[in-house]
């Protein structure tokens, strides 16, 4: 299975486009993650918000289930590579959407330890319906 929809590559290369412009004119640029990667059997997660021109390159938060997850650039072909025991593959969550930032996402993660403690932290505050505060350090 391809990890990316035509549509999310779209959106993902409509988002590295819009950072380079934003850059140009000076002005800061902080999407949405547009997609969660996950390893089914780990903690290993990446959410993703852009795609290079090389349509391998997506740069995003990377957390590989150490306690330090990290903006940067990871490779699709790379995670797309990864088999798992039983057959298993590092997956998309069709049902992942977010009205976060990618900076909120990266600072929540590095406070949890965890995109994936973040996320419940999120939802959460989504829930109650008030702006999420950042969790104490």
């Known amino acids: 299975m391809k990890l990316l929809t035509p549509q999310l590559h779209t959106a993902l290369r409509a988002n590295a486009i819009s950072r380079r412009a934003s850059e140009a ?5 902080d999407p949405v993650p547009l997609v969660k990667l996950f390893n089914p ?3 290993a997660t990446w959410l993703a918000t852009e795609l290079d021109e090389d349509c391998d390159t ?3 938060l990377a957390d590989l289930g150490f306690g330090c997850p990290e903006l940067g650039c990871f490779s699709l072909a790379e995670i797309s590579a990864v088999r798992l025991p039983f057959g ?6 069709l049902l992942f959407e977010t009205r ?9 993660a590095r406070r949890a330890g965890s995109i994936l ?9 989504a829930q ?6 950042l969790p104490l350090s």
């Open 100 to 108: 976060f930032s990618l900076s909120v996402w990266s600072e929540w």
């Open 41 to 43: 059997l780990g903690a």
């Open 58 to 60: 997506l740069f995003g």
């Open 117 to 125: 403690w973040a996320e419940t932290l999120l939802r959460r505050a």
């Open 88 to 93: 298993l593959r590092i997956e998309h969550d």
């Open 128 to 133: 109650s319906g008030a702006e999420p505060e």
């Open 25 to 29: 004119g000076g002005a800061a640029f």
